[in-house]
């Protein structure tokens, strides 16, 4: 199995786990290309679909030149693969990434989410949230083949502090899915 194909099918899986959950719904405006039919106008509250992503080459190696750092082949294929509001696998909380607007919420998570001096300043790329105290970001210090960047998490109440998590975007979704996978195992046997 190629890592592409790997990580196409983890997310396939837990966003059809969201949609079947009924917790694909967002508070506000949705990209109209992604509004499940049949919305209430009344509602505050929208739901939303996943569909196949438009990021392009040119707009990831744009924002490349933005962020003054390669991102991993890997985490590429993931931007290039759907667009969602919501993708939690595990403890992991996945940036936002609406077809028109994946770049602002990114630039959000990395530039205006934790301080940027225990993060960016020191080359860690913020790109999901660890259940509500952490960070998961790339490590673009150690740098190995193809910009593949070990994943570090950083904890806001030890700032000073990294864990690393995994050696790889594709080994952070594969442990992911697994902690997934066991957790609801350890909850049904409950």
């Given at each position: 199995m190629t890592s592409d194909y790997t990580i196409k099918k983890v997310i396939d899986t837990y966003l059809q786990e969201c949609i079947d959950a009924g917790i694909n719904n967002?508070?506000?405006?949705?990209?109209?290309?992604?509004?499940?039919?049949?919305?209430?106008?009344?509602?505050?509250?929208?739901?939303?679909l996943p569909i196949d992503s438009k990021v392009t080459d040119t707009e990831i190696e744009s924002f490349e030149v933005q962020l003054g750092h390669k991102l991993p082949a890997d985490y590429k294929v993931f931007l290039k693969h759907k667009h969602f509001y919501d993708l939690y696998i595990s403890e992991a909380t996945f940036c936002k990434h609406p077809v028109n607007k994946w770049r602002d919420h990114l630039k959000k998570m990395i530039f205006k989410g934790w301080p940027l001096e225990y993060l960016f300043d020191k080359g860690y790329i913020h790109f999901a949230d660890w259940s509500d105290w952490g960070a998961l970001c790339f490590d673009t210090n150690r740098n190995f083949a193809n910009n593949d960047y070990p994943i570090i998490l950083w904890d806001h109440d030890r700032p000073l502090e990294i864990q690393d998590v995994s050696q790889s975007f594709i080994d952070l979704i594969i442990k992911l899915d697994k902690e997934h996978k066991e957790m609801t195992i350890d909850n049904q046997e409950e």
């Amino acid at each position: 199995m190629t890592s592409d194909y790997t990580i196409k099918k983890v997310i396939d899986t837990y966003l059809q786990e969201c949609i079947d959950a009924g917790i694909n719904n967002h508070p506000g405006e949705i990209e109209i290309e992604m509004k499940a039919p049949n919305q209430d106008p009344k509602e505050e509250w929208r739901m939303w679909l996943p569909i196949d992503s438009k990021v392009t080459d040119t707009e990831i190696e744009s924002f490349e030149v933005q962020l003054g750092h390669k991102l991993p082949a890997d985490y590429k294929v993931f931007l290039k693969h759907k667009h969602f509001y919501d993708l939690y696998i595990s403890e992991a909380t996945f940036c936002k990434h609406p077809v028109n607007k994946w770049r602002d919420h990114l630039k959000k998570m990395i530039f205006k989410g934790w301080p940027l001096e225990y993060l960016f300043d020191k080359g860690y790329i913020h790109f999901a949230d660890w259940s509500d105290w952490g960070a998961l970001c790339f490590d673009t210090n150690r740098n190995f083949a193809n910009n593949d960047y070990p994943i570090i998490l950083w904890d806001h109440d030890r700032p000073l502090e990294i864990q690393d998590v995994s050696q790889s975007f594709i080994d952070l979704i594969i442990k992911l899915d697994k902690e997934h996978k066991e957790m609801t195992i350890d909850n049904q046997e409950e």
